[in-house]
């Protein structure tokens, strides 16, 4: 079996393969564009950001399995697979610690002014007085949107801090340490901290809108470590500024593909977001498990034809 990786993976899991005798062509550059002159004769694809699109899936000769070194799989074209016959994988769960811890530092930055308070410094600036206006997050009220495998994580450690939890899933949720809530108004009002943990799809695009971010307490921290479409951008910035939200950004509209550059954003020009750089999943832990669980999703599927996590059906 010939696999290409075309994103950054851990060397030893690369060894690993190839010590089962599959043929690994490693390249970690390679972007959207650059993707359908290098599929012809791959059998297996496995990618983290790069998006996987129509053109690059049609223009495969023996592509056979499509494999996200993550969670969601919003950046390969699921339809055009169907088409093709080809199988898409996932590796869900490895990557929740380092989300979840993640989002917590976010939280911690925003009410702390962390980033502030270094940039000051940097800048010879002493304004003691005003960075000692945090509220803390003990006994603080949060907010949990979509209690999947990241979204557990978040609790355990906002438990940890003495929050109150409350979290709205499609599934059913059995924690005790948890209050569900069935309707946005019903808690965004009362919530300090709001998580959002949610893949992207027709149902949650835009879910955050100018409705819910009215139904937002004056001040409150919104987090989003998901997906950017979730979030309408222009919503949250005029919560932002009319409404003293402040936001910690793990995603955003307009994100580059490439590794490094330059960056432009309208979210730049206001205060009160921080946005980082697309690393909820860029822990080493979180890096070589799901490498290791890609690796056993193309070995199994050598040895028993199964496909592993598989999220299309053909």
Not at 67 to 95: E, L, M, T
Request: hydrophobic share 40%; aromatic share 6%.
């Amino acid at each position: 079996m010939k696999v290409l990786i075309a994103d950054k993976f851990p060397d030893v899991f690369i060894q690993q393969l190839k010590e089962n005798n599959v043929e690994v062509l490693y390249e970690p550059k390679l972007g959207e564009n650059d993707l359908p002159n290098s599929i012809k004769d791959v059998d297996c694809l496995v990618v983290r950001s790069t998006v996987v699109n129509a053109k690059t899936i049609e223009e495969s000769n023996s592509l056979k399995l499509i494999i996200r070194a993550g969670s969601g799989v919003n950046n390969i074209d699921i339809n055009a697979a169907n088409q093709k016959n080809v199988f898409v994988s996932n590796c869900p769960g490895k990557n929740s610690i380092a989300v979840a811890e993640l989002a917590i530092g976010l939280m911690i930055a925003l009410d702390r002014r962390i980033p502030h308070n270094v940039a000051d410094f940097k800048a010879g600036k002493w304004n003691k007085g005003e960075y000692s206006k945090a509220e803390g997050l003990f006994g603080k009220t949060l907010a949990i949107v979509g209690y999947g495998a990241i979204g557990k994580e978040v609790a355990k450690r906002a438990l940890a801090f003495g929050m109150k939890i409350y979290a709205k899933d499609i599934f059913p949720i059995n924690d005790p340490n948890v209050t569900v809530f069935e309707k946005f108004e019903d808690v965004l009002p009362i919530a300090d901290v709001i998580s959002v943990h949610l893949p992207q799809n027709s149902e949650t695009k835009n879910l955050f809108n100018d409705n819910l971010f009215n139904l937002m307490k004056n001040g409150a921290i919104f987090i989003n470590t998901s997906r950017a479409g979730v979030v309408n951008e222009d919503s949250l910035i005029k919560a932002v500024k009319e409404k003293n939200i402040k936001a910690g950004l793990d995603v955003f509209i307009g994100e580059p593909e490439d590794k490094g550059g330059s960056v432009s954003s309208k979210l730049q020009e206001i205060d009160n977001i921080y946005v980082t750089h697309h690393i909820g999943a860029s822990t080493e832990q979180a890096q070589n498990a799901v490498a290791e669980e890609t690796v056993n999703i193309i070995l199994d599927y050598i040895k028993t034809g199964e496909i592993r996590n598989c999220v299309n059906k053909k």
